[in-house]
Nanobody, 121 residues
Framework: QVQLVESGGGWVQPGGSLRLSCAASGSIVSIYAMGWHRQAPGKQRELVAT???????NYADSVQGRFTISRDNAKNAVYLQMNSLRPEDTAVYYCNDEVQTPSDLALYSYWGQGTRVTVSS
């Protein structure tokens, strides 16, 4: 079993910054891709950013140049530095890891419980 725990959400004024963290624990051989998604009220969940174990990052157009994803493989952690935040960034942010488990060495997708980010004045 693998657990993902997010932290770092909260309220911030437009133009401000927040840093989200997500730590994975449990039966982990390795983590291939780590990423962040978000779901705004009344909208579908959408991809924000992903980062592979090889260092390839992918961002949604709406956050390109403002958000930076990074990871610490030793801690099984992924981070999302969010700068120049806008009201439209308001959402619940979920981390998502593609984890290789010892049971069969296959990759499984795990999700965190979500952390709320509110951008308003």
């Amino acid at each position: 079993q693998v657990q993902l725990v997010e932290s770092g959400g909260g309220w911030v004024q437009p133009g401000g910054s927040l840093r989200l963290s997500c730590a994975a624990s449990g039966s982990i051989v390795s983590i291939y891709a780590m990423g962040w998604h978000r779901q705004a009220p009344g909208k579908q969940r959408e991809l924000v950013a992903t980062l592979t174990s090889g260092g390839r990052a992918n961002y949604a157009d709406s956050v390109q140049g403002r958000f930076t994803i990074s990871r610490d493989n030793a801690k099984n952690a992924v981070y999302l530095q969010m700068n120049s935040l806008r009201p439209e960034d308001t959402a619940v942010y979920y981390c998502n890891d593609e984890v290789q488990t010892p049971s069969d060495l296959a990759l499984y997708s795990y999700w965190g419980q979500g952390t709320r980010v509110t951008v308003s004045s």
